[in-house]
Nanobody
Framework: QVQVVESGGGVVQAGGSLNLSCTASGMNFDDLAMGWFRQAPGKEREGIGCINWSGRRTRYSDFGKGRFTISRDNAKKLVYLEMNSLNPGDTAMYYC???????????????????WGPGTQVTVSS
């Protein structure tokens, strides 16, 4: 059983930046592919992007490209989501997810992930 926990959410002004972190425990962190997702009130969960076990491969959804950057530090057992040029439309609960995969690839689809964190709220004020 993999436990996932996000941190770093909060309130930020439009145009600002925010960095989220995520850690996973319960198995070797190096064996996990990780993904970031978000869900705004009344909307479906959408994928932001993913990162493979080594950090050498990332993928982003169309809206995630350019403003969002995913990275990881396996020595610290952390995955990061750097968010820039935030706008009120980015207000949502942000989730980190994990699944065991040692591959050169990662997957953006939420159906690939079997361990999810409780989420961290990001609110962008205008």
């Amino acid at each position: 059983q993999v436990q996932v926990v996000e941190s770093g959410g909060g309130v930020v002004q439009a145009g600002g930046s925010l960095n989220l972190s995520c850690t996973a425990s319960g198995m070797n962190f190096d064996d996990l592919a990780m993904g970031w997702f978000r869900q705004a009130p009344g909307k479906e969960r959408e994928g932001i992007g993913c990162i493979n076990w080594s950090g050498r491969r990332t993928r982003y959804s169309d809206f995630g490209k350019g403003r969002f950057t995913i990275s990881r530090d396996n020595a610290k057992k952390l995955v990061y989501l750097e968010m820039n040029s935030l706008n009120p439309g980015d207000t949502a609960m942000y989730y980190c997810a994990a699944f065991p995969l040692v591959s050169s690839e990662c997957y953006e689809s939420s159906t690939s992930y079997n361990s999810w964190g409780p989420g961290t709220q990001v609110t962008v004020s205008s």
